[in-house]
């Protein structure tokens, strides 16, 4: 009786068994594993030499294929899915890791899940570091050195300076060639001087600095930006100074000659007609126009005619108001009557149209000073968010449209969060900045003057405002 019992359960429990191992594989995905990841790149617990690597892993799947939409692609516990920066296919996927998303330097991890049309899932985590290295394939620059190219700028210099002396020697043994008669038929176009040379030269600063930069090690993480910094101000400072200086000088021009055409139209009032006036005016001036006006009045004694020796006396002075005054008085001179009239009646519009003009900059400094203050303020509030962003975390990028959710295949259903960094997120205001002091200073110059060139003083103002102040404030 015992013998028979016992039987009975162990057949009642083989049965259970058979039907489970059959309800089992008529199940879907059952099986030894028939979906797995292979980790690519880099590889469990190996070492990357930069901070934006690639990560990739392959599809081996021996009952179907895998869903793309269903692959979920997880970096330091942020789901970068649906960052854009992923590609996923049914074999295979990666990730580049973008810029504003680099990785920490030292340990980080990466998770991959994945679904096949069958309905099985395959997940795996692995370990890696991130640990670049000075100087390294990141540097475009990399095997140059700042001795090394002040050697060739030196070089292709001399090589040129000997040619040019070469060729000044040659003239002066079979011609009757100086420095001096040349220059003074040719002279030096003032381009040369506050344009092209300077940016000549802040080409080489600018290899010079990012060579160095790259090189060395221990600087800041804005080093470059610095470097951009110094390039520009070579560059653009010549430049700006003399806009400036051309645009006081227009001003001082413009002022001077409405008072001698005053002077004018009283000795024309007199009897004296406009070449003499000028002949005579000419022996007393000694204010901006003396020089203008001496060359006129020799040419006057030679036998010019006044209309044209007028209009060459001020194209040097490159005011478009003192060019049409001119103009219009040597139209008159030319045809004649009551010129004394027109003189008179251009110097008073002249004079009357400077005073406004020197009103209206007298009035335009207050906006300026409005665009100054709020520049500032822009950057007390950068400076509020960068010092209170350690105490949030990471900055949340997910405002701009970089986060969507996933699918429904996915086997988090998470929503993509892309954040920066503290150290990125100081380094691109920093840049922003930057950029806004230029693009304000152009503002100021087009609002203020008509011309943007105008304004590059106040652009190299702001901009070495902004990097002194992060210098200060953030120095590393």
Same mark, same amino acid.
């Given at each position: 009786?015992?013998?028979? +019992?016992?039987?009975?359960?162990?057949?009642?429990?083989?049965?259970?068994?058979?039907?489970?191992?059959?309800?089992?594989?008529?199940?879907?995905?059952?099986?030894?594993?028939?979906? +797995?990841?292979?980790?690519?790149?880099?590889?469990?617990?190996?070492?990357?030499?930069?901070?934006?690597?690639?990560?990739?892993?392959?599809?081996?799947?021996?009952?179907?294929?895998?869903?793309?939409?269903?692959?979920?692609?997880? &970096?330091?516990?942020?789901?970068?899915?649906?960052?854009?920066?992923?590609?996923?296919?049914?074999?295979?996927?990666?990730?580049?890791?973008?810029?504003?998303?680099?990785?920490?330097?030292?340990?980080?991890? #990466?998770?991959?899940?994945?679904?096949? #049309?069958? $309905?099985?899932?395959?997940?795996?985590?692995?370990?890696?570091?991130?640990?670049?290295?000075?100087?390294?394939?990141?540097?475009?620059?990399? $095997?140059?050195?700042?001795?090394?190219?002040?050697?060739?700028?030196?070089?292709?210099?001399?090589?040129? /300076?000997?040619?040019?002396?070469?060729?000044?020697?040659?003239?002066?043994?079979?011609?009757?060639?100086?420095?001096?008669?040349?220059?003074?038929?040719?002279?030096?176009?003032?381009?040369? %001087?506050?344009?092209?040379?300077?940016?000549?030269?802040?080409?080489?600063?600018?290899?010079?600095?990012?060579?160095?930069?790259?090189?060395?090690?221990?600087?800041?993480?804005?080093?470059?930006?610095?470097?951009?910094?110094?390039?520009?101000?070579?560059?653009?400072?010549?430049?700006?100074?003399?806009?400036?200086? =051309?645009?006081?000088?227009?001003?001082?021009?413009?002022?001077?000659?409405?008072?001698?055409?005053? =002077?004018?139209?009283?000795?024309?009032?007199?009897?004296?007609?406009?070449?003499?006036?000028?002949?005579?005016?000419?022996?007393?001036?000694?204010?901006?126009?003396?020089?203008?006006?001496?060359?006129?009045?020799?040419?006057?004694?030679?036998?010019?005619?006044?209309?044209?020796?007028?209009?060459?006396?001020? *194209?040097?002075?490159?005011?478009?108001?003192?060019?049409?005054?001119? /103009?219009?008085?040597?139209?008159?001179?030319?045809? $004649?009557?009551?010129?004394?009239?027109?003189?008179?009646?251009?110097?008073?519009?002249?004079?009357?149209?400077?005073?406004? =003009? =020197?009103?209206?900059?007298?009035?335009?400094?207050?906006?300026? *000073?409005?665009?100054?203050?709020?520049?500032?303020? %822009?950057?007390?509030?950068?400076?509020? %968010?960068?010092?209170?962003?350690?105490?949030?975390?990471?900055?949340?990028?997910?405002?701009?449209?970089?986060?969507?959710?996933?699918?429904?295949?996915?086997?988090?259903? #998470?929503?993509?969060?892309?954040?920066?960094?503290?150290? &990125?997120?100081?380094?691109?205001?920093?840049?922003?900045?930057?950029?806004?002091?230029?693009?304000?200073?152009?503002?100021?110059?087009?609002?203020?003057? /008509?011309? #943007?060139?105008y304004g590059i003083v106040h652009s190299l103002g702001l901009v070495a405002a902004t990097a002194v102040a992060f210098?200060?404030?953030?120095?590393?």
């Amino acid at each position: 009786m015992r013998l028979l +019992t016992f039987a009975l359960v162990v057949g009642l429990v083989g049965l259970t068994l058979v039907g489970s191992i059959a309800r089992a594989s008529a199940e879907p995905g059952a099986g030894p594993h028939p979906l +797995t990841i292979v980790i690519d790149s880099p590889k469990p617990d190996a070492t990357v030499p930069t901070e934006t690597p690639t990560l990739s892993a392959t599809f081996v799947d021996t009952v179907s294929t895998v869903v793309p939409s269903s692959v979920v692609v997880i &970096v330091d516990g942020l789901n970068v899915t649906a960052s854009g920066d992923v590609n996923a296919t049914a074999t295979s996927v990666s990730y580049h890791v973008p810029p504003v998303l680099k990785l920490r330097i030292g340990a980080n991890n #990466a998770t991959i899940t994945a679904s096949d #049309a069958a $309905g099985n899932t395959a997940k795996v985590f692995w370990n890696f570091t991130v640990a670049p290295t000075s100087g390294g394939a990141g540097n475009p620059l990399s $095997g140059l050195k700042p001795t090394t190219v002040l050697l060739y700028v030196g070089g292709v210099a001399a090589a040129a /300076g000997a040619v040019v002396g070469g060729y000044i020697l040659f003239l002066k043994m079979t011609t009757r060639f100086t420095l001096r008669r040349y220059f003074a038929t040719h002279p030096v176009q003032k381009d040369y %001087l506050v344009l092209y040379l300077p940016l000549v030269a802040a080409f080489i600063v600018l290899i010079v600095g990012l060579s160095y930069v790259y090189s060395a090690s221990g600087l800041p993480g804005n080093a470059i930006d610095y470097v951009f910094i110094v390039a520009t101000f070579v560059a653009l400072t010549p430049w700006g100074i003399d806009a400036r200086r =051309e645009l006081a000088r227009s001003r001082a021009y413009e002022r001077a000659f409405a008072q001698f055409l005053f =002077e004018m139209a009283d000795a024309m009032r007199g009897g004296i007609d406009p070449a003499k006036a000028l002949v005579e005016l000419a022996k007393t001036h000694t204010n901006i126009l003396a020089k203008n006006l001496r060359i006129a009045a020799d040419q006057i004694r030679l036998g010019r005619p006044f209309e044209a020796i007028l209009r060459e006396m001020v *194209a040097p002075m490159r005011s478009r108001l003192i060019s049409r005054y001119a /103009g219009l008085i040597a139209d008159a001179s030319a045809i $004649g009557g009551e010129t004394s009239l027109v003189v008179y009646r251009a110097a008073k519009d002249m004079d009357d149209f400077v005073k406004i =003009e =020197e009103e209206r900059e007298k009035q335009l400094t207050l906006p300026v *000073a409005v665009i100054y203050i709020a520049f500032a303020v %822009l950057m007390a509030v950068l400076f509020s %968010l960068l010092y209170i962003a350690p105490s949030l975390g990471t900055l949340n990028l997910s405002f701009i449209g970089a986060s969507s959710p996933l699918s429904s295949g996915s086997a988090t259903g #998470a929503t993509v969060v892309p954040k920066i960094s503290i150290p &990125v997120l100081t380094e691109r205001f920093f840049e922003l900045m930057l950029i806004n002091g230029l693009g304000t200073g152009a503002i100021i110059g087009a609002f203020t003057e /008509g011309r #943007a060139r105008y304004g590059i003083v106040h652009s190299l103002g702001l901009v070495a405002a902004t990097a002194v102040a992060f210098l200060i404030l953030f120095p590393t």
